[in-house]
């Protein structure tokens, strides 16, 4: 009986492929079924959002991506890995916690987890690390980023007026709001950069892995592609203001603000990979890694078939470890709703029902009850609106990125300056979110905002939105109550503004919150 050779042709190998990359194939449709409303969720935001329309390419791209791999992927020999339900376990607790509190990036970053978590079990360990970098460039099919627009948006206009000020322009600024002699401008939401720095950030990481060969060059290029579009952004935003400013006010104003911004945007990025193109490694073979099992020359056919039971059933175990959670999930979703009666505040420290004094209203949506007031007291007026939450779902959550002070480019009203303040409420510091807004009519009006979540003021937003999930999962009582109080101020007197504010909130803080007691139960 004669040796068998020490290489073979790759029709072995990869006949013994074809099974357990279909398992794998048909688990991961299977999870995207049964995590339906969560991909869809993702498919919603790539069809509205030019920012993040790059996500119907990046299956595809990741897809190709393996397959330019094909040949040293079809030397590992698949092994199921069960390790990899702790994986598949955490991110669909994750993924529960999230859809419990309508954190929607979360839970799709949490079934994304569990597509490369199913990988993991079915095909092993060897696998998901020869296969890495195309399984985690899947993460970037989550349209995540929209928390980042106002600090960029700051950024930006910091960037903006401070070169302006260097030109020699003098420049007037109230928040995102500034002035210079030819003319009136804002850093509104689409000069914020997000959609260049998702752009760079996407395709610069995308080049690094298809250019270079050491991770040390691939993360550094990665980095500076997240940080040069913040500059570009902002380079790009001083430059559209010197041109309407040299031109009268004639150019970049108009289609052209938007054609200058991605023509430089373009230059910048050309500029970014022909610099990284100097230290490029793509003709070097791809470094393997320390340790990969891999398949023997030849694998017999009764092995392939023994293998495959064990493959069905890692499998079926990783389809119930994963539906055990949206089921879950719709149970507690068809619970009733408690019962709710009409918001109720008695006033309470000398302050009285007055009339109304602003036109602003601010922009709360889907909550179950809402309250809106004006008080007096020794001249002074308070506007209060409560916004009441019984249960968070979605379109009816406490937070919720449509839930702001105003609307981008209201005709009426601006916010000219947003941020989170301590200030002392019935002897006790305490955060507050506040912001000035500025009327067309010239009235402006300083404005306190917090969330009272199982009877406690809680400002941060992340914060409030795990403390409702827990309580959501837990089947306790997942209600909160926005709170908002407003005062006119005249010019800068902001200090006697936020005095009656305070004085308003240490009167009738103990009335608004036995507004929360009365809901009967979970």
Known sequence: ?????????????????????????????????????????????????????????????????????????????????????????AAGAGWLLADAGSVSVVAQYAFVAMLIAAVWILLGEAFVRAAFFPLMFLFFAVPMGEFLIHPLMDVTANFTVAMLQATGIPVYREGTFFSIPSGNWSVVEGCSGLRYLIASVTLGTLYAY????????????????????????SGRAYMIVMIAHLSDMKLALGIDHYIYGWVFFGIVMLLLFWIGSFWREDDQPEPGPSQRTTTPAFVAADARAAARPVILRAAVVALAVAG???????????????EMPVLQVEAAGGWQPGVAFTTWVPHWIGADRQLRRSYA?????????????????????LINSQNYMIKQKDPAW???????????????????????????????????????????????????????????????????LSVLIATPYQNADLKTAAATLARFATDMEPAIARTLDQVDGP
Not at 50 to 66: D, K, M, Q, R
Not at 324 to 337: D, G, K, Q, T
Not at 383 to 392: C, I
Not at 418 to 442: C, D, L, P, W, Y
């Open 210 to 233: 298809l250019t270079y060969r050491s991770w040390k060059r691939r993360l550094l290029f990665s980095v500076v592609a997240m940080i040069v579009p913040v500059f570009a952004n």
């Open 377 to 397: 007291q020794a001249g002074h007026d308070v506007l209060l609106e409560l916004n009441y939450y019984v249960t968070q779902r979605q379109g009816a959550e």
């Open 1 to 89: 009986m004669s040796a068998l050779p020490d290489t073979l042709p790759m029709t072995a190998p990869r006949n013994g492929w074809w099974f357990p990359a279909g398992v794998t194939i048909g688990v991961v449709l299977l999870l995207t079924g049964i995590f339906w409303p969560t991909f869809l969720s993702m498919e919603e935001v790539w069809a509205r959002s030019e920012t993040f329309a790059h996500g119907y390419l990046i299956v595809p791209i990741s897809v190709w991506l393996i397959w330019r791999k094909r040949e040293e992927l079809a030397q590992i020999q698949p092994r199921p890995d069960l390790r990899g339900l702790f994986l598949l376990a």
């Open 414 to 480: 601006s916010n000219v300056g947003e941020t989170t303040v301590t200030v002392q409420i019935g002897g006790t510091m305490r955060q507050v979110r506040q912001a000035k807004m500025r009327g067309s009519n010239g009235q402006r009006l300083l404005v306190w905002q917090w969330n009272l979540i199982d009877q406690h003021p809680v400002v941060n937003d992340y914060f409030a939105k795990l403390i409702m999930a827990l309580d959501r999962v837990r089947l306790a009582r997942d209600d909160g």
């Open 324 to 338: 055990l959670w949206p089921a879950y999930a719709h149970w507690i979703e068809s619970r009733p709703l408690p």
